[in-house]
C-alpha cells in the first residue's frame, strides 16, 4: 500500500510561481507512473502531468511551458514546479500513484 502526502499548495498572485511536493510511503514508489491532477470547483478532475517511471514527464496543454513535473526515487518525492500561474489554475491539486492511490490534495488559489 502506497499512503502521499501533498504540501505546497497556497494563495499566490497572478504570474507568481509555487512548487507542490507529494511524499510517498513505502518502497514502491519508484515503479509506477505517477502523475498530478487538478479539480476546481464544479469541474471534473483532470490530469495536468504524468511522470513515467523513468521520469519522462507529459503535461497538459493549458499548463505546457509553465508547469515543469519531476520525480525523486530516492526521495520518494513527486513535484510540480508551476510558474507563470493564471486564475484558471485555481484548484485542489492531487497526486497519483499507480492506477488507485491517490494523496488527500492541497489547495492552490491564484488571485490578486
Known amino acids: 500500500q502506497v499512503q502521499l502526502v501533498e504540501s505546497g499548495g497556497g494563495l499566490v498572485q497572478p504570474g507568481g510561481s509555487l512548487r507542490l511536493s507529494c511524499v510517498a510511503s513505502g518502497s514502491i514508489f519508484s515503479r509506477y507512473a505517477v502523475g498530478w491532477y487538478r479539480q476546481a470547483p464544479g469541474k471534473q478532475r483532470e490530469l495536468v502531468a504524468a511522470?513515467?517511471?523513468?521520469?519522462?514527464?507529459n503535461y497538459a496543454d493549458s499548463v505546457k511551458g509553465r508547469f515543469t513535473a519531476s520525480r525523486d526515487n530516492a526521495k520518494n518525492t513527486l513535484y510540480l514546479q508551476m510558474n507563470s500561474l493564471k486564475p484558471e489554475d485555481t484548484a485542489v491539486y492531487y497526486c497519483k500513484c499507480g492506477l488507485i492511490y491517490w494523496g488527500q490534495g492541497t489547495q492552490v488559489t491564484v488571485s490578486s
Open positions: 511522470v513515467t517511471s523513468g521520469g519522462i514527464a
